[in-house]
């Protein structure tokens, strides 16, 4: 498989190590750039003149892939969440990116996407058998990216590939965590750092954009597609409408009955390794869903900010 070639690489897993070595950058507004938050299922391109940083977290099992137009230093991030997404996604990232130059030289970066397996590695499994375990859900979305990457007419050219083993750590059990779950990329440079982000940072209109990606799995208007936040052609974000149908608010009542580890044995494809915060987001944004009388997404299709 191509991922697993590209694993051993040795300038990938110099590059890798580069990153592992770089320091944890906490990411909050007051003290901020001009910058735009990419959540779940999200993408946005900005140009360097208008954004200067641009990125994205909570990434255990879902991929960050950047791309970035060496020439004109416009950029572009998604957070990928399933092999459903990456077809279509990468058009979308890339509509603005090249400008009808299939000869532009672009910068690839992948970050994210740990080893999910939960393997012992002191049981002497390879890293290509523990990979290929059904089971995961890291490995089938990374091979995806990088194949479709492959099969496109564009010149890409990737640059750090730090995904599963490269963003693997192992617990005294043998349980595999992430080392990073989060990047910001500064849009001058192109310099990339791991980064996490403070609840403020994660604007705007953080709950709504959190229902968005859940209800839209429902919406066959974005089937197989990223969901846009912001316009580049228009430096604003603009967050683009989906479907609502009552079910959901059903669903979010069911959710509020939960026990924490219940939300995360349901919500979550990598319950151990989420964030402090995860479960908290979850009942906030499944609370707003219940205390609304209107359904709210059905109002997002002219909402500028």
Known sequence: DLVYFLLQHPTLISSSDAFKATPLLHVCSPTLRKHVYVFQREYATVHPALVQLLGTDELTTCVGLIIRNNKSGMTTVSHMDSPHVVDLGLTQMLSLLVDHNLDAELDVHLI???????LEHNKGMSTSESNADLDSHSFPLCSKVVEALQRRQEHFHIRTLFVLAHNTRIDSNGI??????????????????????????????????????????????????????????????????????????????????????????RCSTSPLAEGPDFVDNERRYALKIVDLNTPILDNLKDIIL
Request: charged share 25%.
């Open 112 to 118: 994210g996407g740990y080893d999910d397996t939960l």
């Open 176 to 265: 595999s965590y992430p080392i990073f779950t989060g990047f910001v990329v500064e849009t001058c440079t192109g310099t990339i750092t791991p980064a996490n982000f403070d609840r403020s940072s994660r604007s705007p209109d953080e709950v709504v954009r959190r229902i968005r990606v859940t209800v839209s799995s429902g919406d066959p208007t974005w089937n197989g597609k990223l969901l846009e936040t912001y316009d580049a052609k228009q430096d604003r974000f603009q967050i683009a409408a989906c479907s609502w149908t009552p079910r959901w608010k059903y669903i979010a009542q069911s959710l509020q009955q939960l026990s924490d580890s219940e939300i995360l044995l």
